[in-house]
């Protein structure tokens, strides 16, 4: 059942239960006012005929016929019955009394009014004392007119119900239609994504909160999915960039093995070689699961950086003979533990503090680690060739290198390795350059 279909029935339900409590409630109330008003109005003229039965003597003649036409205009004396003390009819024309029990003649004479009903008529009784004895007038109106009110009043509350009804249905729809409004356009735009703009988010010029966190939760969840595909084409692209190096030296290398015969010395030379590429192999390998996604939960342990820069600086140093000067600014020591992987982050290290002694010609690089509002930087910089200001935004990009790089070696993805195991580490990684030098900013 669609949304609209749904809230239209939930409001015709709704509304249904709460019309027919306030219908009920309106009858009733509405029923019981008007038998308290029959009740008064019959109370009035039990007293008027009272007075026109049993006050005779003691009225004046023009007295007694302004009660006459007072009483012909209120009730007729065919509905006016007087008992005496002995519960005998003394007075009153009304012919059939079979409705009147003795037992309401005791009850009007005990409480001195009292009233009661019957299908077809109201009766009223008071009580009356007089010179000429104790009487107990009763008096009736007939139900009809009341009746016809009632059965009015009724008709009036079905039809308002049914009337309610559709009212509800109809607008309960529109108010569906607008509450549907959005998700239809949620559906439609998801309808025309493609492969070429499966990645463009979803916008809503016109949503209310719950439907605008779905959309947000939906962007988000796109954005994760096409960053999921880059990493893919990165892993691809990696595949086929870097595995067809040392897949083609190996087999060049076997073949040219295989052409001729060799000694001891020559074949422990090949196989020092394919050693090598194996080994090449092995690294391409474990750099291409980190760089696909295929790897992205790794053991995290508390560490220290700044061991890790120190252990990296160290290997640098041996294999390189490189020139690293270290300033540590830190007040906070705590600031240079950190949630990591510790392996990943020497990497990452390696890369760039590789990338600034080799581009700067194996000159002077400083380390900088400082703090700032209560976190960690390290500043790496080198006297270097410098990144030109229109590749600054690519070389985070895989295989990407700059203009000026092309007389050293390199495949252009320790950069964007470093960045990823960077960005595992919830640490931002920022560039600047200028002529001779380059800074790589890492806020953790």
């Given at each position: 059942m669609k949304l609209k279909d749904r809230l239209a029935l939930y409001s015709i339900?709704?509304?249904s239960v709460l019309t027919l409590l306030i219908s009920v409630v309106i009858y009733f109330s509405y029923f019981v006012q008007m038998e308290k008003s029959e009740q008064?109005?019959?109370?009035?003229?039990?007293?008027?005929?009272?007075?026109?039965?049993?006050?005779?003597?003691?009225?004046?003649?023009?007295?007694?016929?302004?009660?006459?036409?007072?009483?012909?205009?209120?009730?007729?004396?065919?509905?006016?019955?007087?008992?005496?003390s002995l519960s005998h009819k003394k007075a009153g024309a009304m012919a059939s009394i079979s409705d009147i029990s003795l037992d309401f003649i005791l009850k009007v004479r005990n409480e001195k009014n009292s009233f009661f009903t019957t299908s077809d008529f109201f009766y009223n009784g008071i009580y009356y004392e007089d010179n000429e004895g104790d009487f107990v007038i009763i008096t009736r109106d007939p139900k009809e007119s009341f009746n016809n009110q009632m059965h009015s009043l009724l008709q009036i509350l079905i039809i308002s119900f049914f009337i309610g009804l559709l009212i509800i249905y109809f607008f309960s729809r529109f108010l569906g239609k607008i509450a549907y409004q959005p998700i239809?356009?949620?559906i439609s735009q998801i309808k025309d994504r493609d492969s070429r703009n499966f990645h463009k988010p979803i916008h809503l010029e016109r949503s209310y909160s719950e439907i605008q966190d779905l959309v947000d939760t939906y962007n988000l969840f796109v954005d994760r999915i096409s960053q999921t595909f880059n990493v893919q084409k990165n892993f691809i692209d990696f595949v086929s960039h870097e595995l067809r190096s040392p897949i083609t030296a190996l087999m060049g290398t076997l073949?040219?093995?295989?052409?001729?015969?060799?000694?001891?010395?020559?074949?422990?030379?090949?196989?020092?070689?394919?050693?090598?590429?194996?080994?090449?192999l092995q690294e391409t390998l474990e750099h291409m699961m980190l760089l696909s996604g295929a790897k992205t939960s790794f053991d995290f342990s508390k560490i220290r950086i700044d061991e890790i820069i120190w252990q990296v600086i160290e290997n640098a140093i041996l294999y390189f003979k490189a020139n690293v000067e270290v300033n540590i600014q830190v007040e906070n020591t705590k600031l240079l533990e950190w949630e990591g992987n510790e392996k990943l982050l020497e990497l990452a290290f390696n890369n760039i503090i590789e990338n600034a002694i080799k581009y700067s010609d194996n000159g002077k690089v400083s380390i900088l680690i400082t703090e700032a509002n209560g976190n960690l930087i390290i500043s790496i910089i080198?006297?270097?060739?410098?990144?030109?200001?229109?590749?600054?935004?690519?070389?985070?990009?895989n295989?990407?290198?700059?203009?000026?790089?092309?007389?050293?070696?390199?495949?252009?993805?320790?950069?964007?390795?470093?960045?990823?195991?960077?960005?595992?580490?919830?640490?931002?990684?920022e560039i600047s350059s200028e002529e001779g030098k380059t800074q790589v900013i890492l806020k953790f």
């Open positions: 339900l709704i509304f008064s109005a019959l109370e009035s003229k039990s007293l008027l005929a009272a007075i026109y039965y049993l006050e005779r003597d003691e009225l004046s003649s023009l007295e007694h016929e302004n009660i006459q036409r007072q009483l012909q205009k209120t009730i007729s004396r065919s509905n006016i019955a007087v008992f005496d239809i356009d949620v073949e040219v093995t295989n052409k001729r015969e060799r000694n001891k010395e020559e074949y422990e030379d090949v196989i020092l070689q394919l050693k090598q590429y194996t080994n090449d080198d006297n270097g060739i410098g990144i030109p200001k229109e590749d600054l935004q690519k070389v985070k990009e295989f990407y290198r700059a203009e000026n790089t092309k007389k050293y070696s390199g495949k252009g993805i320790g950069l964007s390795m470093a960045n990823i195991i960077f960005s595992l580490h919830k640490i931002n990684l």
